[in-house]
């Protein structure tokens, strides 16, 4: 098969090529044969097709057959170049095998693959049999003795390559690079279209991300990791809406937490903090809400619970603190008030009874637990 001498001829450190430019396809000598007619019909067909299909590599297959069967080809390939630029992967083949699998991955670097992809023109090897490229001997040795590659590109990104192959030496002529630069075409639609929703999805990702992070920022306390005041006063506004709730609360506060801190630093009372947060979380149940209320107080929220076994889950809360081993909880107490909810509670008045027997607790000299109904 013959192509126009106004085609340059050149070499690259991998052997010689024929250079069409993606911008000279038009100045191509077409047969306007029946044939070629025909094949043009048949990309209408194989767009059908891959309109018909929803998952993309089945799109790509689609397209890979229909190249084999209207390019004098009897292999095609799509190659995508990787975020970093370093490989390929070919994620679609068909025809003659190299046996190689689906996502089979080739350098970008050396590679005519690579050199093709950088390219703004179809390269046509019209003769593999004198090549230096790994690849195209595995080519050769499968049958192949010609090739066209061409880049994929849309919107400015370079997405990839086309390759075909055929087993004639120069066996391609201007129709076949004609159609081919079609097809290329019709795949920078489709892989541009694949790129933007990918990017909307990676972007829909990052929103979805940050609205978790904000989420969490808000409703929880930086130090601790436990709920925050904000999370609680909506969960105890919630449950109060419940006229069949069953609800008590317990709030403790450390015991002389000021003079941990004047004393030993502020430090020292973030690991306190911390690790009163760490025994009371092992000591509540699942249901338990437990919250940084303020400074070194704190709030159970204990849903479905009783004010008698309210108190019993303090006081065995508390008796951790007391019986605790660990360096920065030695000698570290806590004082406890529980309440209940009444029928004509409101939040203020549940937090203010919780908070008096609080302060009842700390009366009593502290390391406590109290209960008011």
Sequence with gaps: MSISTKFIEKTNPFGTYVDIPLNAIESLELSYSKEFSQKLAKLNTMMREMNQLQDNYAIFDVAMKYACMIISSNRASIALISEDKTFFTVISQQGLSIQEPNNFTLPAEKTYIGYSYAKDSILYR??????????????????????????????????????????????YNEDDIYIFSQLIM?????????????????????????????????????????????????????????????????????????????????????????????????????????????????????????????????????????????????????????????????????????DNALYNSKKSGKNCCTMLE
């Design 186 to 354: 019709i795949l920078e639609k489709y892989l541009n279209n694949l790129y933007l929703r990918e990017k909307i999805n990676k972007q829909n990702q990052i929103l979805i991300s940050q609205n978790e992070e904000l989420k969490s920022f808000a409703y929880h306390d930086p130090l601790t990791k436990i709920y925050n005041r904000r999370y609680t006063n909506a969960v105890l506004k919630n449950e109060i809406l419940k006229s069949s709730a069953c609800l008590s609360i317990i709030m403790l506060d450390i015991d002389n937490f000021k003079t941990i801190n004047d004393d030993l630093g502020h430090d020292y009372g973030d690991q306190v903090l911390c690790e009163v947060t760490r025994l009371t979380l092992n000591s509540i149940r699942s249901n338990d809400v437990f919250c940084r209320w303020g400074g070194e107080e704190f709030l159970i929220v204990c849903c479905q619970t009783k004010l008698l076994n309210a108190y019993n889950l303090a006081e065995r809360i508390r008796l951790t603190y007391v019986n605790n081993k660990s360096e920065v909880l030695d000698k570290v107490t806590a004082s406890f008030g529980v309440a209940q909810l009444n029928t004509d509670d409101t939040l203020n008045t549940l937090l203010k009874r919780a």
């Design 126 to 171: 019209k003769n593999l049999a004198i090549t230096n490229c790994p690849t195209e001997k595995k080519l050769f040795a499968a049958g192949l003795r010609s090739t066209l590659i061409a880049p994929i590109i849309s919107g400015g990104v370079r997405f990839g390559t086309l390759n075909t192959g055929s087993t004639q030496e120069a066996g």
